[in-house]
């Protein structure tokens, strides 16, 4: 069995299967997920599981290099935001992008995957960009 925090079989076998920059988005339960993108469906009800918990799961196998936000969530503040601040701080996120919501849709076109979360707070989508551990 496995000995790291993730144990949803999908979402380790994309994080094992990943090249540098490869894009991967955490989202919230709203984000429409574009044809022919890989879905992984995490969400239960509202707010279960959650944006933060989701992430930090993610991020305990996952290198990455950056990360891209919409602008739009420093206009609403979620609670995740001071979480990704924090992340960001300790070097677990990379170098930090901005773009619309309308350009991180058009984004997430290129993701590899997006895991929806239950999460209903605006704007709590994140796109990491694989990084290298060498």
């Given at each position: 069995?496995?000995?790291?925090?993730?144990?949803?079989?999908?979402?380790?076998?994309?994080?094992a299967s990943l090249g540098h920059g490869d894009i991967v988005i955490i989202a919230?339960?709203?984000?429409?997920v574009p044809p022919g993108v890989e879905l992984i469906d995490?969400?239960?009800?509202?707010?279960?599981p959650d944006f933060v918990s989701t992430?930090?799961?993610?991020?305990?196998?996952m290198q990455v290099e950056r990360h891209v936000l919409a602008q739009e969530i420093l206009?609403?503040?979620?609670?995740?935001?001071?979480?990704?601040?924090?992340?960001?701080?300790?070097?677990?996120?990379g170098q930090r992008e901005w773009l619309s919501?309308?350009?991180?849709?058009?984004?997430?076109?290129?993701a590899r995957a997006i895991?929806?979360?239950g999460e209903c707070q605006p704007y709590c989508n994140i796109a990491l960009i694989a990084g290298v551990t060498f």
């Amino acid at each position: 069995m496995k000995k790291t925090p993730l144990l949803n079989v999908a979402l380790s076998r994309l994080i094992a299967s990943l090249g540098h920059g490869d894009i991967v988005i955490i989202a919230d339960a709203g984000l429409p997920v574009p044809p022919g993108v890989e879905l992984i469906d995490l969400a239960l009800t509202q707010g279960i599981p959650d944006f933060v918990s989701t992430l930090k799961v993610v991020l305990s196998e996952m290198q990455v290099e950056r990360h891209v936000l919409a602008q739009e969530i420093l206009e609403k503040k979620p609670s995740a935001l001071a979480v990704l601040d924090e992340l960001s701080a300790e070097g677990a996120l990379g170098q930090r992008e901005w773009l619309s919501h309308e350009q991180f849709k058009a984004l997430s076109r290129q993701a590899r995957a997006i895991v929806r979360t239950g999460e209903c707070q605006p704007y709590c989508n994140i796109a990491l960009i694989a990084g290298v551990t060498f």
